[in-house]
T-cell receptor, first 115, second 114 residues
Framework: DTGVSQNPRHKITKRGQNVTFRCDPISEHNRLYWYRQTLGQGPEFLTYFQNEAQLEKSRLLSDRFSAERPKGSFSTLEIQRTEQGDSAMYLC?????????????FGPGTRLLVL | AQSVTQLGSHVSVSEGALVLLRCNYSSSVPPYLFWYVQYPNQGLQLLLKYTSAATLVKGINGFEAEFKKSETSFHLTKPSAHMSDAAEYFCAVSKSPGTYKYIFGTGTRLKVLA
C-alpha cells in the first residue's frame, strides 16, 4: 500500500491553456473521487468513479472540466481553457467498496495557479 | 441536504491545554462522520471516523470525538495539545448508503502556543 499519488504536485499555467492532472489510487480501491479546495475553504466534491464508470458529477464541474478513469485504475482530470478562478488545490481520494468503503484516503494534491 | 458547520475558523490553545474543535452536522439519514487533519501544502490525513458503532471514537495522535445525535454534534478533543498538533482540521459527513462523497466543513486552523 503506497497510498494515493498525484502528479504533478504543482502546476503554473497561463489563462486559456489546458492542463491535465493524474491520480493513482491505492491499488485495490475501486472508488475514486476528485475534490477542489480553494484557499481558506474545505474541499468541495467534483466527481466520483466506481471502477471506470463516472457515477456522479457536481455542478461545480463545468463543461471545461472532464475526468476519466479508462481502465478503472488511474484517473485524469483535465481543465480546458483555464481561468484564474480555477486556481486551487485539486485533491484525489480513493476507497474500497468491499472494506470500509465509507473511508476515503487522500493524495497530496495538485496545486494549480492560473496566471 | 447534508451540511457541516465548524464553529471557529481559528482556535488557539497553549501547549498542554485541552483542544476542543466543534463540528455540527445536518443529515436526513444516519451519517458517517469524519475528522481529517491537513498540514501545509499536504493532503488530508484521517484522524478518526464514526460509522454508527461506538459513539465515542478514538483516533490517532490522542484525538477522540463523541457522536451526539441529540445535539447533531461530533466535536473533536484532545486532552493535552502538542506543538505538532498545529494544523487545519476538517470535519466531514457522508451519507450511507450512497456514493459516500464527503461534505466538508470550512475547517478550523489550530494554533498551539508555547
Amino acid at each position: 500500500d503506497t497510498g494515493v499519488s498525484q502528479n504533478p504536485r504543482h502546476k503554473i499555467t497561463k489563462r486559456g491553456q489546458n492542463v491535465t492532472f493524474r491520480c493513482d489510487p491505492i491499488s485495490e480501491h475501486n472508488r475514486l473521487y476528485w475534490y477542489r479546495q480553494t484557499l481558506g475553504q474545505g474541499p468541495e466534491f467534483l466527481t466520483y468513479f466506481q471502477n471506470e464508470a463516472q457515477l456522479e458529477k457536481s455542478r461545480l464541474l463545468s463543461d471545461r472540466f472532464s475526468a476519466e478513469r479508462p481502465k478503472g485504475s488511474f484517473s485524469t482530470l483535465e481543465i480546458q481553457r483555464t481561468e484564474q478562478g480555477d486556481s486551487a488545490m485539486y485533491l484525489c481520494a480513493s476507497s474500497s467498496s468491499t472494506s470500509g468503503g465509507e473511508t476515503q484516503y487522500f493524495g497530496p494534491g495538485t496545486r494549480l495557479l492560473v496566471l | 441536504a447534508q451540511s457541516v458547520t465548524q464553529l471557529g475558523s481559528h482556535v488557539s490553545v497553549s501547549e498542554g491545554a485541552l483542544v476542543l474543535l466543534r463540528c455540527n452536522y445536518s443529515s436526513s439519514v444516519p451519517p458517517y462522520l469524519f475528522w481529517y487533519v491537513q498540514y501545509p501544502n499536504q493532503g488530508l490525513q484521517l484522524l478518526l471516523k464514526y460509522t454508527s458503532a461506538a459513539t465515542l471514537v478514538k483516533g490517532i495522535n490522542g484525538f477522540e470525538a463523541e457522536f451526539k445525535k441529540s445535539e447533531t454534534s461530533f466535536h473533536l478533543t484532545k486532552p493535552s495539545a502538542h506543538m505538532s498538533d498545529a494544523a487545519e482540521y476538517f470535519c466531514a459527513v457522508s451519507k450511507s448508503p450512497g456514493t459516500y462523497k464527503y461534505i466538508f466543513g470550512t475547517g478550523t486552523r489550530l494554533k498551539v502556543l508555547a
